[in-house]
């Protein structure tokens, strides 16, 4: 089964910028889409967006305009940014990846702090 390791986060003082990166375990020879969650305290996990094999991205709503999905397939890795964080923003931070037949993983989160 395919793993992903985040890495990326830590403490961030508001207006401060964020760039997440997510690698995963092998290389993938099928179609996949890898996927940026979050989690704030207190709330559920909420899904900021994807990226398929072919660079295709979307974005949930919440999401648009605040941070950007990338990603690199020769080395199955993907990246999210965000140039100006609030308070808001903290939360750990999740890739995803689904591929083959139903199969998908998850990293273990890397957590983000935006105080001052």
């Known amino acids: 089964q395919v793993q992903l390791v985040e890495s990326g986060g830590g403490l961030v003082q508001p207006g401060g910028s964020l760039k997440l990166s997510c690698v995963a375990s092998?290389?993938?020879?099928?179609?996949?889409?890898m996927s940026w969650y979050r989690q704030a305290p207190g709330k559920e996990r909420e899904l900021l967006g994807s990226?398929?094999?072919?660079?295709?991205?979307n974005y949930q709503d919440s999401a648009k305009g605040r941070f950007t999905i990338s990603g690199d397939d020769t080395k199955m890795t993907i990246f999210l940014e965000n140039p100006s964080l609030t308070p808001e923003d903290t939360a750990v931070y999740y890739c995803?990846?689904?591929?083959?037949?139903?199969?998908?993983?998850w990293g273990q989160g890397t957590q983000v702090t935006v105080s001052s």
């Open positions: 990226i398929s094999r072919f660079g295709n991205v």
């Open positions: 092998e290389r993938i020879s099928s179609f996949y889409v």
């Open positions: 995803r990846i689904n591929y083959g037949s139903g199969l998908e993983s």
